[in-house]
């Protein structure tokens, strides 16, 4: 493998606004209740955004039947849908639930990191729509001093090895009405 | 077949802020995908979650392709009809009721911002051509703001918004761009990423009350005291802008004096809600930080002393010298259309010697009621869903139970709909011209057709150009609606040499190549010379008191019918605007729709569980939700989004705002004086 791309991200700046997880659905025309990427609260109060993460160690990989998964030399976890027969391994496998399930098509789809948007020297839809700076992508063999593996609501990372960075969660000043 | 793609510019339409330029990419006539302008300035090629779902609006299995009539009104026994019935039907009712009644007075129309692009006024131009009949007025959105502006400055116009990336401090007062503007972070990140520091004051943790450094709750309403108390603080101490009070204040030594006198701190803090140490430590910041840039919300001056807490916080942000600054200065609303001459809503029909009437969109079916003489027996909405988001939405059952016809022109069956004779069909934005500037930044942006109109969808003005020549076939000269006008004849007519001078455009056709935003620097009040009478920033208003207004901006406690103890808010969702809210099925099963939040002690008072069926009901109606329990809401607040199957509107007080008549003719609308009560549903 010569590089691992990987997603950066900024809880502090991510406000929830779903624009990544709708460009997301913009750019590569996902039906109806196929998300690849999507947005959530935390218990924190803060968001996340989260989409396949690209692992070092790829659970989708490990458990497809139909070696329907590949992992590019730039780091890219790709599926092939006509290796899929709709086993649903890799769907409930990710901790990340990245493989999306589309019931019509009887068939797992998921995150490309917009490959052909890459192709073309473009960031990833959701990265281009981002308003705020939470969602970058980074080159995880160089990621920022700053940032750290993981923040508190982000599924546990030690099986897969996932390809995204986090800068840490700050405290901020509040002054609540008292009960 | 070779794939034809092509890129189109359009417009996103919706009453928001950010008035987004689109690139909507078509393939072989279909609209795929769509991505932000990136030649649009303050968008900067991106849009919003609604934005990117816009595929799934106009393709949507639910949008209405054919015009469609009910035997009886209301009891969804639809039948498709013609355009050309369509128009014969509504058409020859216009007619009959103008023989009637000798005048076309029984005539009215309901709409509003549905789609706030320019040649949507060919609703009132197709209605102005009739001569008269009976209009409408007022503003249920931001109207009493407006008017505290007025007495204040004389005029309201926003700095720039993209002038918030160079200020030190924002205070982000009862708004959330988060949800509803999101472009405007963008900006604000940019000052932070500069060192400032975002302070967003709400009675609800938004979403952009999260991303705040310092976030202060206040009870709702009460906005305008806490300003005071602010006020009252910094002046004690000696912090404000001494040499901008002493020469551009009117009434300076009354404001000093009343904050000095009347405003007491303990009441401050116990009405607010907020803490002594948060008001000392905010006036600090406030004087600390230069410029501030201040943003007031809508939600704020939607109650009864709604004007006043938009005096009140404008005040504050006089007075500490950062009104007229560069980076400061204070954010409500830009009125950049009145630059144009807009042509379709100022359209003079035929002098036919009568006197049009004009109805208060706030209180319209109880006004319309109330009309005799010819009473009012046609309806026409557009751009408006009011069964669901009127302030009165109960009053129309009985409204339209009196009217011999109902049209509703939307894209979609709305509860409106539901009630109406018949349905047309309206195209969406991608399927015809129109021309858009946004009420909060300074770009103009040209929107052209991208598809075909879906099966027989048709725009509004399509549809005024249609009725005007049925009308005129039936009977000659009956409308002067110049129907052989083309919308893009139309969009050129709204270029007056001051309009290219003022976007330093040539032609409108230049827009074809990208918007265009505002030449001159419009921070405005750089000059310190205040559009009022007196020339200067009235924090005490002779105006306001002319019109039986207090003076110096006042907080006023409001009273309620305490049997109904809880107060209801009802802000936007993030998966639409208003009952517009097609990005709901692409986000997934989002109960928000469906949820009431309610704090832990009131939900224990009551015996309420989270997921709990409850019943929210006061005098006015009631509504089923399931709870949400929901720590961070102040007790005694419910917090219910607008829309849903049973409109959260049935438990509207239909109470006025104190200001809005100076510029919009009536009152706003106290949407946030609501009280309820809320009971779990017992399974039986």
């Known amino acids: ?179 | 077949m070779m794939d034809d793609l092509k890129i189109h510019r359009n417009v996103c339409p919706r009453n928001c802020y950010n008035t987004c330029a689109m690139l909507s990419h078509v393939l072989n006539g279909k609209l795929i995908k769509l991505e932000g302008d990136p030649a649009h300035g303050y968008c900067q090629g991106r849009l919003c979650a609604k934005g990117y779902a816009y595929t799934r609006y106009v393709y949507s299995p639910e949008r209405l392709k054919y015009p469609l009539r009910q035997y009886p009104r209301g009891s969804g026994n639809w039948v498709r009809i013609t355009w050309d019935e369509a128009l014969s039907q509504i058409s020859e009712k216009i007619i009959e009721l103008n023989h009637r009644y000798a005048s076309n007075l029984s005539l009215s129309y309901n709409k509003f911002s549905g789609n706030v692009g320019f040649l949507h006024y060919a609703t009132e131009g197709m209605f102005n051509s009739l001569g008269s009949h009976t209009k409408l007025k007022g503003n249920p959105c931001l109207s009493a703001g407006l008017d505290a502006i007025a007495y204040s400055s004389g005029e309201g116009r926003n700095p720039d918004p993209e002038a918030m990336s160079d200020s030190k401090l924002i205070v982000i007062w009862g708004a959330n761009p988060a949800w509803t503007a999101i472009h405007q972070l963008n900006f604000i990140n940019q000052a932070r990423d500069k060192g400032a520091v975002l302070v967003v004051i709400d009675p609800v943790y938004t979403a952009t009350a999260g991303l705040a450094d310092h976030y202060i709750q206040v009870r709702p309403g009460s906005d305008g005291l806490l300003a005071l108390g602010i006020s009252k603080i910094l002046v004690e101490k000696g912090k404000y802008d001494a040499s901008f009070v002493e020469n551009h204040v009117e009434g300076w030594d009354s404001f000093r004096r009343y904050l000095q006198e009347i405003v007491r701190i303990e009441e401050v803090c116990s009405l607010t809600g907020v803490e002594e140490s948060t008001l000392q430590f905010f006036a600090d910041l406030l004087w600390q930080y230069d410029p501030v840039a201040t943003w007031c919300g809508f939600g704020l001056q939607r109650y009864q002393n709604g004007g006043q807490n938009v005096r009140a916080i404008y005040a504050l942000s006089a007075i500490t010298g950062n009104v007229g600054k560069v980076g400061g200065g204070f954010y409500y609303f830009h009125p950049g259309i009145e630059l144009f001459p807009l042509n379709l809503l100022n359209h003079s029909g035929p002098d036919d010697g009568q006197i049009s009437r004009s109805v208060d969109i706030n209180y319209f079916p109880s006004q319309v009621l109330s009309l005799t003489d010819p009473p009012v027996k046609l309806l026409w909405i557009a751009g408006r869903n009011p069964l669901s988001q009127d302030q009165e939405v109960q009053k129309w059952t009985r409204l339209i139970s009196e009217l011999e016809m109902v049209v509703t022109v939307d894209l979609f069956m709305t509860k409106t709909g539901e009630m109406s004779d018949i349905v047309l069909p309206a195209a969406s934005h991608f399927e015809d011209f129109d021309l858009n500037i946004s009420y909060w930044h300074q770009w103009l942006a040209l929107n052209e057709p991208a598809i075909p109109p879906y099966f027989e969808a048709k725009s509004d003005l399509e549809i005024a150009r249609q009725l005007t020549r049925r009308l005129n076939e039936l009977r000659p000269g009956f409308s002067n609606f110049p129907s052989e006008r083309t919308a893009e004849e139309w969009i050129e007519r709204e270029f007056t040499p001051e309009v290219l001078r003022h976007y330093g455009l040539l032609s409108w056709r230049d827009l074809s190549a990208g918007p265009a935003k505002l030449l001159e620097q419009n921070n405005p009040w750089l000059d310190l010379n205040f559009k009022t009478k007196s020339g200067k920033f009235e924090v005490f208003s002779k105006g306001a008191k002319e019109d039986q207004l207090p003076a110096l901006p006042r907080y006023r406690n409001e009273k309620h019918d305490s049997s109904f103890p809880l107060r209801l808010l009802t802000p936007q969702n993030i998966t639409g605007i208003h009952s517009q809210n097609w990005a709901l099925e692409w986000i997934g099963r989002d109960e928000r729709e469906d949820v009431v939040s309610i704090n832990p002690l009131d939900a224990a008072e009551r015996g309420i569980k989270d997921e709990d069926g409850v019943r929210i009901y006061n005098a006015q109606g009631k509504v089923t939700r399931k709870a949400r329990i929901n720590s961070e809401l102040v007790p005694g607040i419910v917090l219910l989004y607008q829309g849903g199957k049973e409109p959260v509107n049935n438990l509207l007080s239909g109470l006025s705002a104190d200001m809005g008549k100076r510029n919009s003719g009536s009152d706003g609308a106290a949407l946030y004086n609501a009280f309820v009560e809320v009971k779990k549903i017992e399974r039986d």
Request: overall charge positive; aromatic content about 8%.
């Open chain 1, 1 to 179: 493998m010569t590089e691992q791309i990987g997603f950066l991200f900024n809880a502090d700046r991510c406000v929830g606004c779903k624009s990544c997880e709708m460009a997301c659905k913009n750019e590569n025309s996902t039906p109806l209740n196929v998300n690849w990427r999507r947005v959530s609260s935390l218990k924190s109060g803060k968001n996340i955004s989260i989409s396949c993460n690209h692992c070092e160690s790829p659970e989708c990989f490990r458990v497809c039947t139909r070696r329907a998964y590949v992992k590019r030399r730039d780091g890219i976890v790709m599926i092939d849908v006509n290796r899929c027969d709709g086993c649903m391994n890799c769907v409930s496998a990710c901790p990340y639930n990245a493989p999306q399930f589309d019931i019509e098509k009887n068939k797992a789809s998921k995150c490309t990191f917009c490959l052909p948007r890459r192709e073309a020297g473009l960031m990833p839809a959701c990265v281009s729509a981002c308003h705020t700076g939470a969602l970058s992508t980074i080159n995880m063999e160089q990621y920022p001093n700053d940032t750290v593996a993981t923040i508190e609501g982000f599924p546990n990372i030690r099986l897969t090895k996932p390809s995204i960075r986090f800068y840490p969660v700050k405290e901020k000043a509040r002054y609540w009405i008292k009960n």
